[in-house]
Structure formats: C-alpha cells, structure tokens
C-alpha cells in the first residue's frame, strides 16, 4: 500500500467516524414545550438534514402540537414517525404539519424520518 492509498483510507475511515458519531453519540439542543393558556404544550421544529430542535421536554398527561416546518426537499424527511404513539405524518416540503398527541407516561420516546435516518427524541417528565 503506497502514501496516497494510506492516506485516502484514512480519510475514509474519519469520515465514516465523523457520520457515526453524529447521527447516533452526538448531543443535540434540548428544548422544553411552551405551555399556551388552554394548557396545550407547543413546540416549533425546523425540519432540514435533521430535526432542530432534536429533543423536547413536555410534561406527562397534557396535550402537546408539534408544529413540524420541513425546509426541505430531500426524500429522507417526507415523513415523521413517532412508532409509540402508532403516529405517522407526510411532512410536505416547505410547510409546516401539525403533530398532536397526548404523553400518558413517562419515558424517552424516539421519533424518525421514514428511513429512520433522521432522529429526535420526546423527553416525558
């Protein structure tokens, strides 16, 4: 193996490094929901390469909107999935979609794209 190909390999594989750390050990900002006067838990998240904010903190036993504004076209964020709550919504490009649901437990409630590329997290308290 000569210079050029030690040094593409390696190049390599801090690529491979960089993308895992980022989509599966990375921290992402964390957000609380704003409560409105009705009680309803609120959240704006900007859909583009990922989910901004990636984790929200909402309370147990209120409703919560997750308003999901996709500024996008890549086919990776059609859609939002949230397998726990059984919820999934087409996220159409350039438009904001309103998720609704209501958190009865406790826990950390992944949510991803269609192809489970992109992920965020429900924090329940």
């Given amino acids: 193996m000569d210079t050029s190909e030690l040094i593409v390999t390696l190049v390599g594989l801090g690529l491979i490094a960089f993308v895992l750390w980022y989509f599966f050990f ?3 900002q964390t957000v609380s929901a704003v409560s409105s006067a009705t009680g ?3 959240v704006d998240i ?3 390469g990922g ?3 990636a984790v929200i903190e909402v309370e147990k036993g209120k ?3 997750l308003h999901f504004h996709r500024n996008e076209e890549a086919s990776c964020s059609e859609e939002v999935l949230f397998p726990d709550f059984g919820i999934r919504r087409e996220l159409p490009a350039f438009q904001t979609t309103l998720v609704e649901l209501l958190p009865q437990q406790a826990g950390r409630f992944e ?3 269609g192809m489970g590329m992109l992920r965020g997290s429900l ?3």
Avoid: I, L, R
Wanted: hydrophobic share 30%; with cysteine.
């Fill in 111 to 113: 949510f991803t794209c």
């Fill in 51 to 53: 989910y901004s904010p």
């Fill in 26 to 28: 990375s921290t992402h």
């Fill in 63 to 65: 409703p919560v909107q």
């Fill in 123 to 125: 924090v329940v308290k």
């Fill in 46 to 48: 900007t859909v583009q």
């Fill in 40 to 42: 309803v838990q609120q």
